[in-house]
């Protein structure tokens, strides 16, 4: 059974940190490239980073870089993908969602849901003032 898992999500002031998790299981996913993806309300889902599939490449939307870091652990049956999340804007609140392609290319094409093919359910993130 394939599952995508999130965690870490929950209420932060701005400036604050949060770190995501997203335990993968149920696939190789460790020769999948990983995604976090978010939507807040009224909006349509948003790439936030991607990481390819061994770690060595990472790429991130322009609004989150220097802030979000995107990292994965394949060393064990069930891949883990963490977001390390800094300095957080209100903008940031969102629903967070884990994704996983088996799609090849550079990773900097991966920042479409289309390329996707596997969802967690999503964990909420609120940043308050």
């Known amino acids: 059974q394939v599952q995508l898992v999130e965690s870490g999500g929950g209420l932060v002031q701005a400036g604050g940190s949060l770190r995501l998790s997203c335990a993968a299981s149920?696939?190789?996913?460790?020769?999948?490239?990983m995604g976090w993806f978010r939507q807040a309300p009224g909006k349509e889902r948003a790439f936030v980073a991607a990481i390819s599939w061994s770690g060595d490449s990472t790429y991130y939307t322009d609004s989150v870089k220097g802030r979000f870091t995107i990292s994965r652990d394949n060393a064990k049956n069930t891949v883990t993908v963490y977001l390390q999340m800094n300095s957080l804007k209100l903008e940031d609140t969102a629903v967070y969602y884990c994704?996983?392609?088996?799609?090849?290319?550079?990773?900097?094409?991966?920042?479409?849901?289309?390329?996707?093919?596997?969802w967690g359910q999503g964990t909420q993130v609120t940043v308050s003032s």
């Open positions: 149920g696939r190789t996913f460790r020769n999948y490239a």
């Open positions: 994704a996983a392609t088996a799609a090849r290319g550079t990773i900097a094409t991966m920042n479409t849901p289309q390329k996707y093919t596997d």
